[in-house]
């Protein structure tokens, strides 16, 4: 009896203790980035991990790996004091607490991303396990993490980035029905992928019709000539005797397979994108379990981001774009879509926001502008936009491993040798030389201004395209918009790796390009910036560049937004990427709203409309006839509501201090969910004529600045869980600084 009392108490006080201990938990471990480094495919397919090397992995190349892992609060104001990793090359090793390759001991710091491995060197085609345990602000510890693995590649090096391989996931129709002969199939949504079905033939003999596609017609049926390249595709398929699975080969494109295309790897093999199957000729019966599409695609985590408002449209909107980051890739690298499968900066600029903003994973965005580091394409701005997803990389992940290693390359992507006099850079002076073109690793031989794209048909189809009627001069206002963007970022960049002259050199340049915006472009009479020096003509995209870009004094936002309006959607869904930046940035939410929320032809919804489940390549088949109908650079949405709408952005890198600034506009309600590298910001708001509410997560290990616009003069009061807070009022926005980690209520009651 007395040992069973003993027993209890002693039960009793370890739960009490593990209470205690679980304030901070850790959750979400990572190396190099990868959350699932433990990840093993076979033929495309994920399976068990039993401790040996028998399919594809993700292989960890870097001779001193970056760690990191998320922090799960569940009390106010929680930090992390303290860590101690543990490394070993035996899972039962870590499990017992001991790290025989690394244990940091109790390391006194706050970090808990882009910490360097700092154990025995490792060892190629090798398995290792660790966990993390950490302290918090009281010297509190936490339970050991679960444990987790990863597998050394072949060689090891001072900087690879390492990546996933493909996964397929098998999905079954949403919907079957027979009209006559023909089944007809619909899995609900268009995906990359490949399909199989299993048929039952009494005789054999029968030749059926498999026809595939993106698009139907008013009758149901797949449209066999949907125009531009949306995809139709048909296949003959023999039967035989019995009960068999038939794989449906697809033939490669010549277009999407060529030179500078992205090819499947061979264990995955060929895919098509396609929602509709149609089976011509089979009498047979069909289960939904018959018919399986394989859609391929990089790991994706469906429950990392999430969003909902009161307007549905913008509902529809954001799943739309949404599931376009995730279906389009398929490739594992970013590319424009399914008829060239080529990747482009500009493309790759916005997967990247979208990515960052839709799931918690930096391994594809940074493989992908690497990539184009070395394999540039022609547009003079899409060179620079390698500069801004550097610093992008840099900013969300906190890691600035790959700046480092690709420092000259991106120095170079400045095109600082096109420099004039005036702070200004050209494509027509004559200084495109072959050392420059290899320098920037590119394979032609000049540069050309693109500013939007197409340049013919497009808005209002009057021969210019999608470029607002753009003059092209000798100085091109949005190159120039870029190249001050890209001066700004590579001096941050700079700095943060130590080299203060390149750091002021860079930003110096800044200056004078500022100046001249604003002595050589800015039109006092229109009250917007010219689109060049030899020109007296304003589009669009010279004045929203430079809204976005910083290149408007505060005194002149109002006129310059005013002109923005009075363009519309002036733009392709390209070029929307950095009118909806622009929008919000100069608080403009209601007319931002309406653009997100818009259902014309130049909209979002419009794509729905169409028929497509992917977002589309241009608004609408009329204004580009050569479309696509799977093209992420469409999807600006997904990055656009979180960023802006909704206002979740990062101030330093690796999110240790962010912003949220949301500009709900009219919507009565909205919520978002928003994964970041040191956890999920969840923010919920909701008004009235009087009050304006929010409730938000900050994650531990970081701090945040709220801002609410001021939606009446005078100063309203505010409250923060409950208490009366002093709530800084400038510009019309009211702003919370150094807000701790934990679940916050604020309220903003007007008199």
């Known amino acids: 009896m007395v040992h069973r009392i003993i027993s209890i108490c002693a039960g009793l006080f370890g739960c009490i203790f593990l209470a205690n201990a679980q304030k901070l938990q850790v959750q979400g471990l990572a190396i190099d980035h990868l959350q699932y480094a433990d990840l093993q495919v076979v033929n495309g397919y994920a399976v068990a991990e039993d401790g040996h090397q028998i399919g594809l992995r993700p292989w960890i190349a870097n001779e001193q790996p970056m760690l990191g892992w998320e922090l799960n609060s569940m009390q106010q104001g929680t930090v992390q004091s303290a860590y101690r990793i543990i490394i070993a090359d035996h899972r039962d090793s870590v499990a017992n607490g001991i790290g025989n390759r690394w244990d940091s001991g109790k390391v006194m710091s706050s970090e808990s991303t882009n910490i360097s491995y700092g154990g025995r060197p490792l060892e190629p085609n090798k398995s290792y396990a660790w966990r993390v345990m950490v302290w918090d602000e009281e010297g509190t510890p936490s339970p050991w993490s679960p444990v987790s693995e990863f597998w050394t590649a072949d060689t090891l090096k001072a900087y690879h980035t390492a990546h996933y391989p493909l996964q397929k996931t098998d999905e079954t129709p949403k919907r079957i029905a027979r009209v006559g002969q023909e089944v007809r199939i619909d899995f609900g949504k268009a995906s990359f992928g490949q399909l199989r079905l299993t048929l039952t033939s009494k005789d054999g003999g029968e030749k059926l019709m498999v026809r595939l596609g993106e698009a139907l017609n008013p009758d149901g049926s797949i449209n066999r000539k949907p125009g531009g390249n949306i995809r139709y595709a048909e296949y003959r398929l023999p039967l035989k005797s019995?009960?068999?699975?038939?794989?449906?080969?697809?033939?490669?494109?010549?277009?999407?397979?060529?030179?500078?295309?992205?090819?499947?790897?061979?264990?995955?093999g060929e895919v098509l994108p396609f929602r509709y199957v149609e089976i011509d000729g089979f009498a047979g019966m069909l289960e939904k379990a018959d018919i399986v599409r394989s859609t391929v695609h990089y790991p994706f985590d469906d429950y990392a981001s999430h969003f909902e408002s009161s307007d549905t449209v913008l509902n529809a909107v954001w799943e739309l774009c949404k599931y376009s980051i995730k279906a389009t890739s398929f490739a594992g690298i970013y590319v424009d879509g399914d008829r060239e499968r080529i990747p482009y900066e500009a493309d790759a600029y916005i997967n990247q926001l979208c990515h960052y903003s839709v799931d918690r994973e930096y391994s594809m965005a940074r493989r992908s502008y690497e990539y184009l580091l070395h394999h540039a394409t022609w547009p003079t701005e899409w060179i620079l936009q390698s500069v801004l997803m550097a610093y992008n990389d840099y900013l969300y992940t906190g890691d600035i491993r790959s700046v480092s290693h690709h420092y000259d390359i991106l120095r170079a992507k400045l095109l600082l040798p096109l420099r004039e006099s005036n702070g200004f850079i050209s494509t027509r002076q004559g200084k495109q030389t072959k050392d420059l073109m290899k320098a920037i690793h590119y394979a032609g031989d000049s540069l050309r201004d693109i500013v939007d794209w197409p340049h013919t048909g497009g808005f209002g189809m009057v021969g210019n395209g999608e470029t607002d009627g753009f003059v092209f001069t000798d100085y091109n206002a949005v190159v120039n918009a870029?190249?001050?963007?890209?001066?700004?970022?590579?001096?941050?960049?700079?700095?943060?790796?130590?080299?203060?002259?390149?750091?002021?050199?860079?930003?110096?340049?800044a200056a004078e390009t500022y100046r001249a915006f604003q002595s050589l472009l800015w039109d006092r009479r229109s009250g917007a910036y010219r689109d060049g020096i030899d020109t007296d003509h304003a589009s669009l995209h010279t004045n929203m560049m430079a809204l976005v870009f910083g290149l408007v004094p505060e005194k002149a936002v109002e006129r310059v937004m005013a002109f923005i309006r009075s363009r519309g959607m002036a733009?392709?869904?390209?070029?929307?990427?950095?009118?909806?930046?622009?929008?919000?940035?100069?608080?403009?939410?209601?007319?931002?709203l309406s653009l997100l929320a818009?259902?014309?032809?130049?909209?979002?919804?419009?794509?729905?409309?169409?028929?497509?489940?992917?977002?589309?390549?241009?608004?609408?088949?009329?204004?580009?006839?050569n479309q696509d109908w799977n093209h992420a650079w469409g999807a600006v949405p997904a990055n656009a509501i979180p960023r802006k709408l909704m206002g979740v952005e990062p101030i330093e890198p690796g999110w240790k201090t962010f912003r949220i600034r949301p500009q709900i506009g009219s919507l009565e309600w909205a919520t978002i969910k928003v994964p970041t590298i040191k956890g999920t910001v969840e923010v919920s708001c909701r008004r009235d004529d009087l009050t304006d509410r929010m409730q938000f997560t900050v994650p531990a290990n970081t701090e945040a600045e709220v801002e609410l616009p001021l939606r009446k003069k005078g100063k309203p009061r505010v409250t923060l869980d409950g208490r009366a807070v002093k709530a800084e009022v400038k510009d019309g926005w009211l702003k919370l600084r150094e807000v701790l980690p934990g679940n916050h209520q604020m309220t903003v009651i007007y008199r």
């Open 242 to 268: 019995g009960r068999h699975t038939y794989f449906v080969q697809f033939r490669p494109d010549k277009r999407n397979t060529g030179p500078q295309a992205i090819k499947m790897p061979k264990y995955i």
């Open 598 to 625: 818009s259902q014309s032809d130049r909209s979002w919804y419009n794509m729905i409309r169409a028929g497509s489940t992917i977002t589309m390549e241009a608004w609408d088949n009329k204004y580009k006839p």
């Open 571 to 592: 733009c392709s869904v390209y070029g929307s990427q950095f009118l909806m930046d622009a929008i919000y940035e100069a608080g403009d939410a209601a007319y931002g």
């Open 482 to 509: 870029f190249h001050y963007k890209a001066l700004c970022d590579m001096a941050r960049l700079a700095e943060a790796l130590g080299r203060g002259e390149d750091a002021a050199l860079f930003s110096e340049k």
